[in-house]
């Protein structure tokens, strides 16, 4: 079964720092997600990637497939970026559903003015 | 707009009791998800449902029931014999039967009084 870990657990900055989330898996993977869960608890995706790397506005996703290694990078980080980001990787084929994904525990990022 | 509606947001049960745990969308997906959040772990899936009138089971099924009898609604209950079933749930949802999940709905806070 593939495993995810996130480093780190835990991360505060100050504004306007640039942050970096790391995420590894284990196995060979047909995609990846990077989500955002709000202190309220509700989850927003933010991109998913196969290979290569993806930006919108401040934040940018990498994967690296040989590495298997993805990171999130916030740029000019803000108090409204503070939330709990998670990845998860989707192992198997494009054409398994979508049970066949493996969350990691997220990292919680504060943010202080 | 389109979304995920879950409901109520907080529950309280007593021992022994089932509850039932509220997720519409409106959407037009068609696939549903429900998912387990503990502290310290990584979401895990307990159920899904790829298509109207039918549901598959997940990682940890065992202690909730599903029906999918409308498109639009997922309805988890969770049985008494659940035997920790204090977390928080999360229902998502995805276009297509074997996509991934897209959209996901605030959640639902579950405490045992």
């Known amino acids: 079964k593939n495993e995810v870990e996130q480093s780190p657990q835990n991360l505060t900055a100050q504004e306007g720092e640039f942050i970096t989330i790391n995420c590894s898996y284990s196995v060979g993977i047909s995609a990846l997600h990077w989500l955002q869960q709000h202190p309220g608890g509700g989850i927003v995706s933010l991109f998913m990637?196969?290979?290569g790397k993806k930006k919108h506005g401040r934040l940018i996703a990498t994967i690296n497939i040989q590495e298997k290694h993805s990171s999130l990078h916030i740029t000019a980080s803000h108090p409204r970026d503070s939330a709990v980001y998670i990845c998860?990787?989707?192992?198997?084929?494009?054409?398994?559903?979508?049970?066949?994904?493996?969350f990691g525990e997220g990292t919680q990022l504060t943010v202080n003015p | 707009d389109g979304g995920i509606t879950q409901s109520p947001k907080y529950l309280f049960r007593k021992e022994g009791q089932n509850v039932t745990l509220s997720c519409e969308q409106n959407?037009?997906?068609?696939?549903m998800y429900w998912y387990r959040q503990d502290p310290g772990q990584g979401l895990r899936l307990i159920y899904y449902?790829?298509?109207?009138?039918?549901?598959q089971k997940g990682d940890i099924a065992e202690g909730y029931s599903v029906s999918r009898e409308k498109k639009e609604s997922f309805p988890l209950t969770v049985t008494s014999a659940q035997k920790n079933p204090t977390a928080f749930y999360l229902c998502?949802?995805?276009?297509?039967?074997?996509?991934?999940?897209?959209?996901f709905g605030d959640g639902t806070r579950l405490s045992i009084l």
């Open positions: 998860a990787v989707r192992w198997g084929s494009k054409e398994t559903s979508g049970s066949r994904l493996t």
């Open positions: 990637l196969s290979s």
């Open positions: 449902s790829q298509i109207v009138n039918d549901f």
């Open positions: 998502a949802s995805s276009m297509y039967s074997r996509g991934w999940p897209q959209h």
């Open positions: 959407l037009n997906h068609d696939a």
